[in-house]
DNA sequence: TTGAATT
């Protein structure tokens, strides 16, 4: 009881501030759907607003005009001083003109107008340093939205700079929300872990919810703890997993996403990766190369993957096909889909079994090991081997609608891959397009829990061109889910795959292959 | 048990 009195005070503390929330005149976020959005003035003042009042002014130490407006001139500030952004200036003042207004509050470490890069113009606006950070907080709270300067048709705007704190230091992204849930929903939730500044439910643009949100809090601390307390803590009525509670992106993490959208959009190819020993290695290449390590670090959490697989003895756990691993070379895009060259797949590589899947020719593959067996590798079959009888075995199990096997080139007679090539193969970097086709979607339960993206691939690479493999994880637990899509490029491909893959057992389970559902099957009409 | 909402 005690608690819920303390935090309705804090709610309506809140409240209280969004009376005093004035229109901004700097740039902000996109979202708009703010509803206890903070007062004008930012949180890095607020504890101090009330320490000032009657205290005399002080006065320019020199009493001259010459207050340093740069600090090349030598003025110190405190390490603690607040940048403060000044707008609605006229255009007609100067930093000298400027100057005394804001003198009154102290001694000034830097004042500088803005101007446009090229035209030199006015741009109505300034960046002012106190030296002492008490200075700018009686500077904000006498002037900010107080008076309105000559010529203007809006008050003075004195607030921290928008480098000062963009808070994204405290500001959380919530997921998993049930979309009933509302900004009040949201903030009741939130609230026992510190003070709300901002609460904002993301919306479509029917105002229908994202079920997602952003809360920002006044401290790092209480961020973290709202995290510690939150995250997975509940699952919400409807929500698919549950709830989500992190660090909202950095703008370098958004960068970078967008970065994986072009990507994916435009599949950018990068031959330098497909092909290691080619003569692509150009300096525009090996740009491209960090770009993608870039993508490819942040994708990852941070670290660098080296090309992953599935690992040979886990298959062979499994009893199922071998799937041996992709050579360990690093910045690999693990995900990578390709279209393979007709030339691979009918003799440029040297292959020990090629099954004839329905008809459709599976694509021959490398030996393991060989350092150009990756650009082969995306394109074919797993790597099993003849020598593995168990493997051998259970493929024949696997692919039901397998007629043939049959083996040509002597693992001997490897050919130098690059002579091989008429043209690099296309690997695609990001699984962006989801979707193919109708009728080649489909749709894949039971697989093993260890299944990723990429192994997912490697079983359906036999029956054509995938385009895209997803396995679906709980995002709270990071496990999979054990099912799946993959989309071919033709239906034909997609069929084959049905007619080999489903029913198809791994450890005590069987796969279930069949077309993905379309989007509209469950409504009612 | 059918490509989630995505800073």
């Keep these: 009881?005690?608690?819920?009195?303390?935090?309705?005070?804090?709610?309506?503390?809140?409240?209280?501030?969004?009376?005093?929330?004035?229109?901004?005149?700097?740039?902000?976020?996109?979202?708009?759907?703010?509803v206890f959005t903070g007062p004008g003035a930012p949180p890095l003042l607020l504890p101090h607003q009330h320490q000032y009042s009657q205290v005399p002014l002080p006065k320019p130490m020199n009493g001259s005009e010459s207050i340093s407006i740069h600090p090349e001139s030598g003025t110190m500030k405190d390490q603690d001083a607040i940048k403060l952004f000044i707008g609605q200036i006229p255009r007609n003042l100067?930093?000298?003109?400027?100057?005394?207004?804001?003198?009154?509050?102290?001694?000034?470490?830097?004042?500088?107008?803005?101007?446009?890069?090229?035209?030199g113009m006015h741009k109505g606006c300034a960046f002012l340093t106190y030296c002492a950070r008490e200075s700018a907080i009686k500077a904000q709270n006498a002037l900010h939205e107080q008076k309105t300067l000559p010529g203007m048709t809006r008050p003075i705007q004195v607030k921290p700079a928008d480098s000062e704190s963009r808070g994204e230091d405290r500001k959380l992204f919530v997921g998993m929300l049930n979309k009933q849930q509302t900004e009040?929903?949201?903030y009741r939730l939130f609230e026992p872990y510190g003070v709300i500044e901002e609460c904002t439910v993301l919306r479509g643009?029917?105002?229908?919810?994202?079920?997602?949100?952003?809360?920002?809090?006044?401290t790092h601390a209480e961020a973290q703890s709202a995290i510690s307390a939150l995250h997975g803590s509940q699952t919400m009525p409807g929500a698919s997993s549950s709830l989500v509670v992190k660090f909202a992106d950095t703008d370098k993490e958004r960068t970078i996403r967008r970065m994986q959208q072009m990507v994916g959009q435009f599949g950018i190819f990068n031959p330098a990766i497909a092909l290691p020993f080619?003569?692509?290695?150009?300096?525009?290449?090996?740009?491209?190369?960090?770009?993608?390590?870039?993508?490819?670090?942040?994708?990852?959490?941070?670290?660098?993957?080296?090309?992953?697989?599935?690992?040979?003895?886990?298959?062979?756990?499994?009893?199922?096909?071998?799937?041996?691993?992709?050579?360990?070379?690093?910045?690999?895009?693990?995900?990578?889909?390709?279209?393979?060259?007709?030339?691979?797949?009918?003799?440029?590589?040297?292959?020990?079994?090629?099954?004839i899947v329905n008809g459709f020719t599976g694509i021959p593959h490398q030996p393991n090991g060989h350092p150009a067996v990756e650009a082969v590798y995306t394109n074919g079959l797993p790597p099993y081997s003849t020598q593995s009888p168990t493997a051998a075995d259970t493929l024949q199990q696997a692919f039901t609608g397998v007629q043939q096997y049959t083996?040509?080139?002597?693992?001997?007679?490897?050919t130098p891959i690059g002579q091989t090539l008429p043209q690099p193969p296309q690997v695609i970097q990001q699984q962006q397009q989801r979707e193919g086709p109708e009728g080649c979607n489909l749709f894949i339960y039971?697989?093993?829990?260890?299944?990723?993206?990429?192994?997912?691939?490697?079983?359906?690479?036999?029956?054509?061109?995938?385009?895209?493999?997803?396995?679906?994880?709980?995002r709270a637990t990071n496990q999979s889910k054990c099912f799946g899509f993959v989309s071919f490029d033709n239906p034909a491909s997609a069929q084959a795959a049905i007619q080999a893959m489903n029913g198809f057992q791994i450890g005590m389970k069987r796969l279930k292959v069949q077309l993905k559902r379309p989007k509209d099957a469950s409504r009612p009409y």
């Design 94 to 119: 100067e930093e000298k003109d400027l100057k005394p207004l804001f003198e009154q509050f102290g001694k000034i470490h830097e004042l500088t107008v803005l101007k446009d890069r090229y035209t």
């Design 278 to 355: 080619s003569t692509y290695s150009t300096y525009a290449h090996a740009q491209l190369m960090q770009q993608q390590a870039a993508i490819m670090a942040a994708s990852h959490g941070g670290y660098l993957t080296p090309s992953v697989a599935f690992p040979t003895t886990h298959i062979h756990q499994m009893g199922a096909i071998n799937i041996n691993g992709l050579p360990p070379t690093p910045m690999t895009p693990v995900s990578g889909l390709s279209s393979p060259p007709a030339s691979i797949t009918t003799s440029a590589v040297p292959s020990i079994v090629t099954p």
């Design 205 to 218: 643009p029917d105002g229908n919810s994202k079920g997602c949100a952003f809360v920002k809090f006044s």
């Design 446 to 474: 039971h697989l093993p829990q260890e299944f990723g993206d990429n192994e997912l691939m490697q079983m359906f690479l036999p029956f054509g061109t995938v385009i895209s493999s997803k396995v679906f994880m709980d």
């Design 184 to 186: 009040e929903d949201v």
């Design 407 to 414: 083996a040509i080139y002597p693992a001997t007679t490897l």
């Design 1 to 34: 009881m005690a608690r819920f009195t303390q935090t309705e005070t804090r709610r309506q503390q809140q409240q209280q501030q969004l009376h005093h929330h004035h229109p901004q005149q700097q740039p902000h976020p996109a979202h708009t759907s703010l």
